[in-house]
């Protein structure tokens, strides 16, 4: 059977792939997935790496860096042994809750595998993107004091127990997907599971020594700013690649997409303007981040004032979250992931069953009411939410009981980059 986007009249990456009988490969469409795949690599190795880098201390930078290349070298490997088969693949019995093992190391791969009108390798890579990017967010939340070792195993354990269910339940045909989720890009997926994730790692692990009383500014706020240039660029693939046709379905989504990271880096800029009483770069850069996690999963369905409104609400709600979390539950979350991606997910997801709506210039709610859609919006980021909360809970404690999860006091006073890798950053320094 050959599936094609005009027929199944939704985002490709809401629905089960299927190999097409169809012969014929859409060149546009495979060239702009392909940029696309590109660019959401794009914002992991070098933009969030940057980014986040330049958020810690000149001891921890080479630390993350690092954390973010190996994650992506080792969600690869995963992707390829089975992550993606059991996302994808036909899951039988139990495809409501997980897919089935048929694509485990592709063994009839071919370039004449297609998913709707692209080659299902380009697909296989697209999808292995997000993959990657997922668990490198998580980092923010125990940057600066968890060992190598077990942010590796934890990353891999997290992607087969959390990512994988929770992606095939919203992608894969899941029962999620059945009730009629609308997640574009991975607002549910990748935010609010990497946000929730982030936060339990920042509770487990406890908050790094001296905070908050000490003071533990960026290090390096040119490469902050050089790193959400590149995630703001990015994210055109992100979003806009999701549509999986190179037409006014992707054109769409980058120009909310756009809207919202411009009207959530403002309206967070604002706000620190009149309470602080000066406008900060840091600021105006989270407001971005703030913009585009919540516009993910809404960005296929909403017009131009849907974006806008989400950009808004973005920077309010992720403004006044951070400063709860950092300042009143003194919650060491190091770079924000949680109130940023995991809040924004929520509010972004939920909003989605508002703003599609045709009465705000959406694509419309497919014939179902404003309340059901934004009922089956909350009960799947609850579900994200219990799911990703409690596994990440217990892979850390076990990880914890085995190898251990954070260096020592000293080794954190010295600094990640020389006590796990043995080298600097700066050698002037």
């Not at 897919?99 to 709707?116: A, E, V």
């Amino acid at each position: 059977m050959t599936i094609t986007i005009k027929k199944i009249m939704l985002p490709a990456m809401l629905m089960l792939p299927e190999l097409a009988s169809a012969t014929e490969i859409n060149q546009a469409n495979t060239a702009w997935v392909l940029t696309s795949t590109a660019l959401v690599l794009f914002m992991t190795i070098p933009g969030l790496s940057l980014f986040y880098g330049g958020l810690v201390r000149s001891k921890n930078v080479l630390s993350v860096l690092m954390q973010c290349f190996a994650i992506t070298c080792l969600v690869s490997m995963l992707w390829l042994v089975g992550v993606y088969s059991f996302i994808f693949a036909d899951g039988g019995d139990l495809q409501q809750f997980i897919g089935g093992g048929s694509k485990i190391f592709l063994p009839d791969m071919t370039t004449q595998n297609l998913i709707g009108d692209i080659p299902e390798s380009v697909y296989f890579m697209f999808q292995m993107t997000f993959a990657i990017i997922t668990p490198a967010l998580i980092v923010g939340g125990f940057a600066e004091r968890m060992k190598f070792s077990a942010m590796m195993w934890f990353s891999g354990l997290w992607l087969i127990v959390v990512y994988m269910p929770i992606c095939h339940w919203v992608w894969g045909g899941g029962w999620l997907a059945d009730l009629g989720v609308k997640d574009f890009a991975g607002g549910i997926v990748i935010h609010v599971n990497a946000g929730v994730a982030a936060l339990v790692a920042a509770l487990v692990l406890g908050p790094r020594r001296g905070f908050p009383t000490t003071a533990m500014p960026p290090h390096n706020m040119t490469m902050v700013v050089t790193g959400a240039g590149m995630l703001w660029f990015g994210w055109f693939g992100f979003n806009g690649g999701s549509a999986l046709t190179a037409d006014g379905s992707a054109g769409m989504a980058i120009v909310v997409t756009h809207i919202a990271a411009a009207a959530g880096s403002l309206t967070w800029m604002t706000i620190e303007w009149l309470r602080f009483g000066k406008p900060s770069v840091l600021g105006i850069v989270t407001g971005m981040v703030a913009g585009l996690g919540t516009i993910t999963p809404a960005s296929g369905f909403v017009g131009p004032v849907g974006g806008l409104a989400i950009g808004i609400i973005a920077g309010v709600v992720c403004f006044l979250a951070t400063q709860f979390i950092k300042r009143i539950l003194k919650i060491d979350d190091s770079l924000d992931v949680f109130p940023v991606h995991g809040v924004g997910g929520c509010v972004g997801s939920i909003l989605t069953g508002v703003f599609a709506a045709e009465s705000f210039g959406g694509l419309g709610l497919g014939g179902v009411s404003m309340s059901e859609q934004v009922g089956v919006q909350a009960l799947a980021v609850l579900a994200t939410i219990v799911w990703s909360g409690l596994f990440s809970y217990i892979l850390l404690k076990l990880i914890n009981m085995s190898i251990g999860l954070r260096v020592n006091e000293d080794e954190e006073v010295q600094g990640l980059d020389i006590v796990l890798h043995e080298e600097t950053g700066y050698h002037n320094l």
